[in-house]
């Protein structure tokens, strides 16, 4: 079975600053897909970022940056220049999408 | 524009009533999911169906059931609702295909059985 953990339940940071997310995954398979979705307050959740395991090179996507460690299972976004519109439950979700993490909740403050 | 959308936004249902989440992409996707979000717990999969009439148990079946007799709709069904089952339940779909492409979400159903 696939497992994915977020071990910070809340984290805070003040606007403009930088911070970052942690997820640790565990898989059986050789090839596969990493993903962070965001929630918003009251609002749909929606697609980050998503690093494909088999590339070296870490995903990015404007602000939004990974740090994906394939040999320790581990897959942190960064969050640079933290905007108040950042604030929102994060999900880190398994190869298969059928397992999510814990979530995180961020707050940014002005 | 992507679109999934689920019947309510609030429900409230009395315990032992027989509920009914109903959730339509229009997508012409083949892969729907039902989740339930829960503090602390993140999102756990309920069930899922990769074709019409075909249903897959996740990991907490228990208590529900599903039906998917057209592609585009995917309903969630608690035979008799109990008080356990209060919780915010999300819908997604993606892409077919052999690469797992990102989940379009519903907003969501919270639900309340009081």
């Known amino acids: 079975a696939q497992t994915v953990t977020q071990s910070q339940p809340e984290m805070s940071v003040q606007e403009a600053e930088t911070v970052t997310l942690s997820c640790t995954y565990d898989?059986?398979?050789?090839?596969?897909?990493l993903f962070w979705y965001k929630q918003p307050p009251s609002r749909q959740m929606i697609l980050v970022i998503r690093?494909?395991?088999?590339?070296?090179q870490n995903a990015t996507e404007n602000r939004f940056s990974v740090n994906f460690q394939k040999a320790a299972k581990s897959f942190s976004l960064k969050i640079s220049d933290s905007q108040l519109g950042d604030t929102a439950m994060y999900f880190c979700?398994?190869?298969?999408?059928?397992?999510f993490g814990g979530g995180t909740r961020l707050m940014v403050k002005p | 524009d992507v679109k999934v959308t689920q019947s309510s936004r609030y429900l409230v249902k009395r315990t032992g009533e027989k509920v009914f989440l109903e959730c339509v992409q229009d997508?012409?996707?083949?892969?729907m999911f039902w989740y339930r979000q829960d503090p602390g717990l993140g999102l756990r999969l309920i069930y899922f169906s990769y074709d019409v009439k075909m249903k897959e148990k996740g990991d907490i079946p228990e208590g529900y059931s599903v039906s998917r007799e057209k592609k585009e709709r995917f309903s969630l069904i608690l035979e008799s609702a109990s008080t356990n089952q209060t919780s915010m339940y999300l819908c997604?779909?993606?892409?077919?295909?052999?690469?797992?492409?990102?989940?379009?979400f519903g907003p969501g159903t919270r639900l309340t059985v009081t």
């Open positions: 997604a779909s993606p892409p077919g295909g052999q690469l797992p492409y990102e989940q379009y």
């Open positions: 997508m012409d996707h083949e892969n």
């Open positions: 898989t059986s398979e050789s090839n596969y897909y």
């Open positions: 979700a398994s190869p298969s999408q059928l397992t």
């Open positions: 690093q494909e395991a088999y590339k070296q």
